[in-house]
């Protein structure tokens, strides 16, 4: 039995994953933003995607990359994205436990999905709500009547 991929299913696949590194890029500036620290060469190199511990995208031991995404994942890691961090969670309570979805970058944790379904970590919401006041302000009238 072969496994094929479709040419439109891989191109969807590419788009939903530049998608998603683009968004991780845009978070990860505005949080080292907030913070005004550079990354260091080691956290500059790529973004990490943990699946219950286990990395599926980024760098492994021994320099290789690792890039396990498929269509389901990348769906499924842009739909919890969209969820925003859940209200009265302290991060701290869930420390030292395995997520069932993690993101970093700049070793920072940009996003965590914890195994009871909790937010604990949305920095990509935080960015959308910044922006979204940006957008929505009403324009100014030059003055000039046509």
């Known amino acids: 039995m072969s496994f094929t991929v479709h040419p439109a299913e891989t191109q969807a696949m590419q788009e939903d994953e530049t998608q998603l590194l683009h968004a991780i890029a845009q978070t990860t500036r505005s949080a080292l933003g907030l913070l005004k620290t ?38 499924g890691i842009l739909d919890a994205m969209q969820q925003p961090t859940t209200e009265g969670v302290n991060p701290m309570h869930y420390k030292g436990k395995t997520p069932t979805l993690e993101i970093r970058d700049a070793g920072i944790i940009l996003f965590r999905l914890e195994k009871d379904s909790v937010v604990s970590i949305n920095q990509f919401q935080a960015q959308k709500q910044a922006e979204i006041p940006q957008q929505s302000e009403p324009k100014k009238s030059s003055g000039i009547e046509m």
């Open 38 to 75: 550079p990354p260091t060469q080691a956290q500059a190199e790529s973004p990490e995607i943990r699946m219950n511990g286990r990395m599926i995208f980024g760098p492994i031991a021994g320099g290789q990359f690792r890039n396990e995404l498929t269509a389901e994942r990348l769906q």
